[in-house]
């Protein structure tokens, strides 16, 4: 479901975006990211193939994205008030040309040659229908074909690091060429943390292909070497050095059903190595979000231990922000009575939850922007439709979108035949402080007589997800 926010065209002033493409092929399913200010944008052209974009909270330079659906292709773009990006797309020899005009189209440039700084030997995309159920059959196709063109087109390790290193000097210039100074010094210092990061990639990839021990190999103990772990720009997600840099010196697996040894062993290594505070905040943010995260993959952590453990680490913010949803876990332990929330109907008259209490309640907390929230929705009418005539057990899903009538517009396609409810902002505030609520989706099952059973349930998707309802329920 596509959100429209506050984008608008204006006439009468400068735009923040022009964009010109001619071929109707190139037309089909663009849409325009702007996460900044949320907006995601449907882009129709004129019988000239012109389309602008304006957004009067942008007050800052952005970066933002034209997303090509049906080849996956991102093209981005800074904008800047006061000021018109120009961007051109042509088909040629079956490619998409960019050309950049207008302002900032030496920033715009180096973004477009930076997003091509990645390894090209990656594992070969998978299909899945689920993700491009609105597309049409030719578009499908198309999909279809890239993705076995992928597959086919593999090259060898020594020229994906030659092709790496050929993107990296591209790169390298454009950001050279960028005249503003300051922006200039921060796009050399993105393309060089981002061509570490590939180079890790590229090298662990190899390491999965060719089983060989990465501990054991020197030219990647030499990568780490050049990881700064205090780089805050480096945390971000496009790099993740410092986290990369902290995961090698554990002794501990991920993987393990019972992560206390693997959580304790992040938090002394954080200890030792993080000295920067925002740097300390961000990846044990990270990890205090997978520790509340948890059930979902059906990993267990002993609180007990985890948690004077991060107090002492953490620094105050990051302990300010989790302290709630540690007090609201603790609250909602399987027996505990359920907080009571409220909520409307597409109606929008009033309810609250314990008006169904006396079935097992299965809770669904999503959003119509929520990809993965709603790639649970068809699971959950498989699920639903499979339990139609069970008396013991009620499926409730509760929106949090605070665009009513994206919500309205996605129950209308899927017609779902179990309750919907929305909460607004003042609701939804609630029932995160009670239910410790730090992201969607988020599945909650309640016992009949009301009290937690399970405050961070598995998903619709889970493979046994019925066997386990049925032991809940004495089926």
Partial sequence: MMLVGAAFVLPSQAQLLKLNVKDKALQQNLQLVNLKYNDFLPITFDEKGAWSYNNDKVDKPVEITVFMMSKGIFIPVLIEPGKTAIVTFQQKKGDVAVKYAGDNADASKFLYEEVKLSPERLAPRSFDPEDYEDMSEEQIKEIKENIEKQKSDTITFDEAYRRLDQHYASTLKAAKAVKNAERQAEYLHRTELHYLASLINLTQTKAHAWGFNLKNNAYYQELLQRINPNDELGTDQMYSLPQTFIENKLTTDRLDQDQTAYTLDYINNVEKYITNENVRHKLLSELGMIVFNSSYSGQVFEMDKFWPAFKKAAPK???????????????????????????????????????????????????????????????????????????????????????????????????????????????????????????????????????????????????????????????
């Fill in 317 to 475: 913010r990051t302990i300010d922000y989790f302290q709630p949803i540690y007090d609201s876990r603790m609250a909602t332990k399987a027996g505990q009575p359920c907080p009571d929330v409220s909520f409307s109907d597409p109606q929008g008259n009033p309810h609250k939850l314990s008006e169904y209490f006396g079935k097992v309640l299965y809770i669904d907390i999503w959003a119509t922007w929520c990809g993965p929230c709603c790639a649970e929705i068809p699971h959950i009418e498989k699920h639903v439709a499979h339990y139609k005539d069970n008396p013991k057990i009620q499926f409730i899903s509760i929106s949090i979108d605070s665009n009513k009538q994206a919500w309205h517009n996605k129950l209308e396609k899927d017609k779902p035949e179990w309750l919907q409810f929305l909460c607004n902002k003042q609701e939804y505030e609630l029932i995160s402080k009670q239910w410790g609520i730090t992201g969607i989706p988020r599945f909650v099952i309640i016992n009949a007589d009301g009290t937690i059973n399970n405050s961070e349930a598995f998903r619709p998707s889970a493979p046994d997800f019925r066997e386990r309802i049925d032991k809940i329920i004495g089926e």
